[in-house]
T-cell receptor
Framework: DSGVTQTPKHLITATGQRVTLRCSPRSGDLSVYWYQQSLDQGLQFLIQYYNGEERAKGNILERFSAQQFPDLHSELNLSSLELGDSALYFC????????????FGPGTRLTVT | GESVGLHLPTLSVQEGDNSIINCAYSNSASDYFIWYKQESGKGPQFIIDIRSNMDKRQGQRVTVLLNKTVKHLSLQIAATQPGDSAVYFCAETRGGKLIFGQGTELSVKP
């Protein structure tokens, strides 16, 4: 158990809908990272927050947004969902601002029908 | 459990043998190279890292080798065990981000 929690574990929704994925980092970790893992793209970095502020951005679509709250939990919002958004979404945390030693949660499997 | 389902390179080894998983990287400017392990139904787990100015680093039962001349990274697992069965990803740091490779699926035969 990495100490990172993600909810929900599974999510099934229809095209055009909006969903929110939630992540709680390890106790004391200030950085939260979001990744998308799909069949054709592998594990792709989406965005990083450090202590409430956006720190780095990857291949995140404009339909996607994220935020980190004062209690350090984070949410990833996915809107106008398309079939191609079906994937595993992972959250990871680390204690420092930019760390390659990241602790991953169990993921949220999103299925868009 | 759930699997990633990617068409990944696969490596099948006998329990007790040594495993070597290879990875090619593209960015000569990366500071660190890292190996992650992802078991079925779980998130990736950090295994070991190596700084770009090193050639070799050893951990517990694992060794990472870095050949900057040919931009090649390898992970050696000694005395492979059934619990080592997983997808292994190499990753490199780039602009503060982790860039993951496609992964290799290791299967350990009892």
């Amino acid at each position: 158990d990495s100490g990172v929690t993600q909810t929900p574990k599974h999510l099934i929704t229809a095209t055009g809908q909006r969903v929110t994925l939630r992540c709680s980092p390890r106790s004391g970790d200030l950085s939260v990272y979001w990744y998308q893992q799909s069949l054709d793209q592998g594990l792709q970095f989406l965005i990083q927050y450090y202590n409430g502020e956006e720190r780095a951005k990857g291949n995140i679509l404009e339909r996607f947004s994220a935020q980190q709250f004062p209690d350090l939990h984070s949410e990833l919002n996915l809107s106008s969902l398309e079939l191609g958004d079906s994937a595993l979404y992972f959250c990871a945390s680390s204690p420092r601002g930019s760390s390659y030693e990241q602790y991953f949660g169990p993921g949220t499997r999103l299925t868009v029908t | 459990g759930e699997s990633v389902g990617l068409h990944l390179p696969t490596l099948s080894v006998q329990e007790g043998d040594n495993s070597i998983i290879n990875c090619a990287y593209s960015n000569s400017a990366s500071d660190y190279f890292i190996w992650y392990k992802q078991e079925s139904g779980k998130g990736p787990q950090f295994i070991i890292d190596i700084r770009s100015n090193m050639d070799k680093r050893q951990g517990q039962r694992v060794t990472v080798l870095l050949n900057k001349t040919v931009k090649h990274l390898s992970l050696q697992i000694a005395a492979t065990q059934p619990g080592d069965s997983a997808v292994y990803f190499c990753a490199e740091t780039r602009g503060g981000k982790l860039i993951f490779g496609q992964g290799t699926e290791l299967s350990v035969k009892p």
